[in-house]
């Protein structure tokens, strides 16, 4: 892969390069270091948050229920508002980089915070800021990356960003292996991260705009309602659907590693490290799986890459050997994300226009965390009426069933992508 040396997306020369060679801006691989930073900085807290919590604190597993709660659930709530304002500014970049600056305020408040609600009020923050930098980072991505290689460019960036994600909680058990009850030195070195990451944002990404100026608005108002309408109905209404009939019946990972914990004594030692092997699955798949988007279809690649979490459910669910069960539960995981994540971002950039880019991309991944977040829930109460084995058994039938419908709904797309 032959990665530009340019800030500016690829022009008319770019698109007609020789086939087979693939460009990548620079402002996707500077965007990849930013989260890079970033995901070692809030994946190392997420590693020890509940040690911390109910070890060094004392305080009940219901209070770190409740914290962990917020920390899943609260960036949800503001990522429209974030994709929103990024469209109205047509500044992508500086809304981003205040959801990272809020988020970097709050790896401060770590270092204080002693108390339920101190950690409530930091953590309600912390989310606030991914919510709102997501949608805005991923429309610069999209801005400044070819059209025909958008999925190797959001391949790419999930590739750097998951290597912070396994970086993180390694770096985190280092720390506490050479410091016992060092999880101030945990949140001084994740602020760290976060702030030298929003550094890089501020200087070297530059700020690409995605709305036209004052002269051309006028004469494009027209142009912007009919793109507003393209969120409602048509292909991207279609989207969202399919997005939201996959996320309900998406149950969380810890679910599949307590699985693995309560079925075999290999899941069970390493337990904090499957995460890590999860997100290098992830990081090795992103990218090649980015580009077979490009080449086949983007919402082909989104349905199929659920198969991969149809396969991590049935490995869960029947008693294979040790090792073999947990590593193909973590590659399967691994290819799931890669499938999905970055290219429902490209998906959704594909089906609007740059004026309302950051809203749609916010809306797609909005349905898929509410949707997810509801399934937890469900998922948890099922485990508790049925067992370990039969739940997974039926959330690997639901989800059977959910992947047919997904691609009948998403077939016009498919076809119109395919044409």
């Not at 990404?205 to 004052?214: I, L, M, S, Y």
């Not at 989207?239 to 307590?258: E, K, P, Q, R, S």
């Amino acid at each position: 892969m032959y990665i530009s040396l340019t800030n500016s997306p690829p022009d008319a020369a770019e698109t007609r390069a020789p086939r087979g060679i693939r460009t990548v801006s620079s402002t996707v691989v500077t965007l990849g270091l930013v989260s890079l930073l970033t995901d070692i900085s809030s994946e190392s807290v997420s590693a020890v948050l509940p040690l911390y919590v109910t070890g060094m604190l004392g305080l009940s597993t219901i209070a770190f229920g409740l914290l962990d709660g917020l920390y899943q659930g609260v960036s949800a709530l503001v990522r429209i508002a974030g994709g929103y304002t990024s469209d109205r500014l047509g500044r992508p970049k500086w809304v981003a980089f205040s959801g990272y600056a809020v988020a970097a305020a709050a790896r401060v408040g770590l270092l204080f915070a002693s108390s339920f609600a101190a950690l409530s009020v930091v953590l309600t923050a912390d989310r606030i800021g991914k919510g709102i930098r997501t949608a805005p980072r991923d429309a610069l991505i999209a801005a400044s990356s070819d059209p025909q290689n958008r999925g190797a460019a959001f391949g790419v960036h999930r590739m750097l960003d998951n290597i912070g994600a396994a970086i993180g909680p390694l770096l985190a058990f280092v720390i506490l292996w050479l410091i016992p009850d060092g999880y101030d030195v945990v949140f001084a070195v994740s602020l760290s991260c976060a702030v030298i990451g929003l550094l890089i944002l501020g200087i070297l990404v530059p700020n690409v705009r995605t709305r036209p100026e004052a002269p051309e608005r006028a004469a494009r108002r027209r142009d912007r309602r009919d793109a507003w309408t393209t969120l409602r109905r048509g292909p991207f209404r279609r989207v969202l659907a399919a997005a939201g009939i996959l996320g309900i019946v998406t149950i969380g990972d810890g679910f599949v590693y307590l699985a693995l914990q309560g079925r075999n004594d290999f899941a069970a030692q390493w337990f904090p490290l499957l995460y890590v092997g999860t997100n290098v699955a992830f990081l090795a798949l992103a990218v090649p799986l980015g580009r077979l988007a490009d080449r086949v279809g983007r919402a082909r690649v989104f349905v199929a890459g659920h198969v991969g979490l149809l396969a991590a459910y049935v490995v869960a669910a029947l008693a294979i050997d040790d090792l073999v069960a947990t590593l193909l539960c973590l590659a399967f995981l691994g290819a799931f994300y890669a499938a999905t994540d970055g290219v429902l971002a490209a998906l959704a950039a594909d089906l609007t226009t740059p004026e309302t880019r950051a809203t749609g991309i916010a809306a797609a991944q909005t349905v898929v965390a509410v949707s997810r977040f509801g399934s937890a829930a469900l998922f948890g109460v099922l485990w508790f009426a049925v067992g370990r084995e039969t739940a997974l058994v039926i959330a690997a039938l639901v989800l059977a069933g959910a992947v047919v419908g997904a691609a009948i709904a998403l077939r016009p797309v498919i076809r119109k992508a395919a044409s």
